[in-house]
């Protein structure tokens, strides 16, 4: 229970006990105060501030651009929002790789000006020693491996990861050390659902799948993808729940045509 009211947060130790009793988890990404609001609303146990912000808030083609700073700006944004969500905050391409205490300090300003409850970097063992400094602070962290988009200029093209042998097993290695140093939880994405399931029995800690099949522990999708908010994007692993990009647009151009025909305002919206 939080000072603030009577709301239950979640935190990692509801991750745990989700595990160990089957109940599935449900994560969404947000950036924003008023989205955050109506996610925690519906009751998703988490919102992931993603550096998928890159793309969907700013436009980027990758998720390389995004800074430390912008990413705070947002985990702030939507920490203001959530009663009940765990707020879980991506660090962005390039804050946490060249050493750990590169990676210590990335990840204790989040947590101090953000009010997150934990982090989420991208890869395996190259970057063991990162995870470790950040766990040693303190602060909980999941990992994310599969397709980790912070590496798009190595894999070349956003395709399944893991569909080779040898991939696949360099995989669940990386699980299972992630799981040793001590991470609460880990995304995949983008993987063989057979993979998927693989990883999730083999490990204790919880598995959040995008694109990694129905037999993971949770999964986790980019809010823009669920409410149909473009639709150039229609990834096969989002489920598009509403259409809003027509319903915006349809709004947009109903208030054009008021205005133009000075049907808005009525005598009703004026003084
Ligand atoms: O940045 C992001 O939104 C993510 C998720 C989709 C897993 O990393």
């Known amino acids: 229970m939080s000072i603030h009211s009577d709301i239950k947060k979640v935190t990692v130790e509801t991750f745990k006990k989700m595990k160990a009793s089957g109940e599935k988890i449900s994560i969404l990404t947000a950036y924003d105060y008023s989205i955050a609001r109506l996610a925690d609303e519906g009751g998703v146990e988490a919102i992931l501030v993603g550096d998928s912000a890159a793309n969907v808030m700013a436009g980027y083609e990758t998720t390389l651009p995004i800074t430390l700073d912008h990413m705070i700006y947002h985990a702030q944004s939507v920490s203001r929002a959530?009663?009940?969500?765990?707020?879980i905050v991506d660090l962005p391409f390039g804050t946490y790789t060249a050493n750990s205490s590169q990676a210590h300090d990335s990840a204790v300003r989040v947590m101090k000006e953000s009010g997150a409850a934990a982090v989420k970097i991208e890869g395996g063992m190259e970057i063991q020693n990162s995870i470790k400094a950040i766990l040693d602070a303190g602060i909980p962290v999941m990992g994310h491996l599969g397709l980790t988009p912070q590496s798009i200029n190595q894999f070349g093209s956003f395709?399944?990861?893991?569909?080779e042998e040898s991939e696949a097993e360099k995989l669940i290695n990386d699980a299972k050390l992630l799981e040793e140093l001590g991470c609460f939880s880990i995304v995949l994405e983008k993987i063989?659902?057979?993979?998927?399931?693989?990883v999730s029995k083999e490990i204790s800690i919880p598995t959040i799948g995008i694109g990694a099949g129905n037999k993971t522990d949770g999964q986790v999708l980019v809010i823009h993808d669920i409410l149909g908010l473009n639709k150039n994007f229609k990834p096969k692993f989002a489920r598009k729940y509403l259409n809003l990009h027509e319903q915006i647009v349809g709004a947009v151009s109903d208030y054009v045509n008021d205005v133009k025909n000075q049907s808005f305002p009525s005598s009703e919206e004026s003084f």
């Open 192 to 198: 063989p659902a057979a993979l998927g399931e693989k």
């Open 82 to 87: 959530l009663q009940r969500a765990m707020l």
């Open 159 to 163: 395709k399944l990861r893991a569909k």
